[in-house]
């Protein structure tokens, strides 16, 4: 079935370690995104990509680096430098293009937790 | 400030009775609109999207209606089930044509059996 596969669903982190949360979709989507939420608020974006080789910093990129070296594949590291990185992070995917705004889907998630 | 919000955080319903979810929006750029449906330890679920060029659209169960002139989105659900418990989520684009989408808090909907 066609989808995006967050991995793992939980994951823990010590002080000072950078981790990396993988996100894999089949969709053949242009676009990617990483969100962070925390308990009862909503969806902050992180960064995105809308192309391969190419992304941007959304709302809080600080402490969190990414990539996009495949069309299937947008892993997101949460560095060191995230001092509160305890959050449930999601990552979609979207058509793009001349078709204007398209829904996001998305994966099930990644819970990180600090040791 | 600009935000995407909900008037009520909560909202319990009767199995069986109509479902109504209300959103507010405030960045007159946004022209497109979409629901999520978001289970306790699960990514958001895809429910329903509508444009600015319409002011009503409709899916299996479920109705979406945009009041532009008040910058007012809702979400109706009919015959609401014990499935539908979930964390409901709007989400706006401020005129972004990028794909990027803002999202407010979310109500939760627990429904009675």
């Known amino acids: 079935d066609g989808g995006i596969t967050q991995s793992p669903k939980y994951l823990f982190r010590k002080e000072g370690q950078n981790v990396t949360l993988s996100c894999e979709q089949n969709l053949n989507h242009d676009a990617m995104y990483w969100y962070r939420q925390d308990p009862g608020q909503g969806l902050r974006l992180i960064y995105y990509s809308q192309i391969v080789n190419d992304f941007q910093k959304g709302d809080i990129a600080e402490g969190y680096s990414v990539s996009r070296e495949k069309k299937e594949s947008f892993p997101l590291t949460v560095t060191s430098a995230q001092k509160n990185p305890t959050a449930f992070y999601l990552c979609a995917s979207s058509i793009q293009g001349a078709v204007g705004n398209q829904p996001q889907h998305f994966g099930d998630g990644t819970r990180l937790s600090i040791l | 400030g600009e935000s995407v919000g909900l008037h009520l955080p909560t909202l319990s319903v009767q199995e069986g009775d109509n479902s109504i979810i209300n959103c507010a929006y405030s960045n007159s750029a946004s022209d497109y609109f979409i629901w999520y449906k978001q289970e306790s330890g699960k990514g958001p679920q895809f429910i329903i999207d509508?444009?600015?060029?319409?002011d009503k659209r409709q899916g299996q169960r479920v109705t979406v209606l945009l009041n532009k002139t008040v910058k007012h989105l809702s979400l109706q659900i009919a015959a609401t089930q014990p499935g539908d418990s979930a964390v409901y989520f709007c989400?706006?684009?401020?005129?972004?044509?990028?794909?990027?989408?803002?999202f407010g808090r979310g109500t939760q909907l627990t429904v009675w059996p």
């Open positions: 989400a706006e684009n401020r005129g972004s044509t990028l794909g990027r989408l803002y």
């Open positions: 509508i444009r600015s060029n319409m």
